[in-house]
């Protein structure tokens, strides 16, 4: 069985879980330019983001990177994360349950 959601129409900002009872966790991620998310953790997941529409920086502990419209960016999720807009920007993060011994390169 599929389950297929528009991320248009979910509901809630900064965050909207796409499926909420269902694993990998799947967020969309809604900033307006300026807007960013205090530093955090997930330290049992894995990480992926797509940037659907804007610019962000995504500070990653001490490293920031530059994220533009359509890239994908894989980290792990034990770093402090914070991502800051630079453009209204939605982007989509996929956090996935870290599996033993896994590599996160």
């Not at 529409?53 to 001490?62: A, R």
């Amino acid at each position: 069985m599929a389950h297929i959601k528009s991320l248009q129409e979910l509901e809630g900002e900064p965050h909207s879980n796409a499926f909420p009872s269902e694993e990998p966790k799947t967020i969309r991620l809604t900033l307006s330019a300026g807007e960013h998310v205090k530093p955090h953790a997930h330290p049992d997941r894995e990480i992926v983001l797509y940037l659907v529409t804007g610019s962000l920086e995504l500070q990653l502990d001490e490293e920031a990177y530059h994220v533009n419209e359509g890239d994908v960016v894989h980290f792990d999720g034990a770093q402090d994360i914070s991502p800051v807009a630079k453009a209204d920007s939605i982007a989509l993060l996929v956090l996935s349950e870290k599996q033993e011994g896994a590599d996160s390169s």
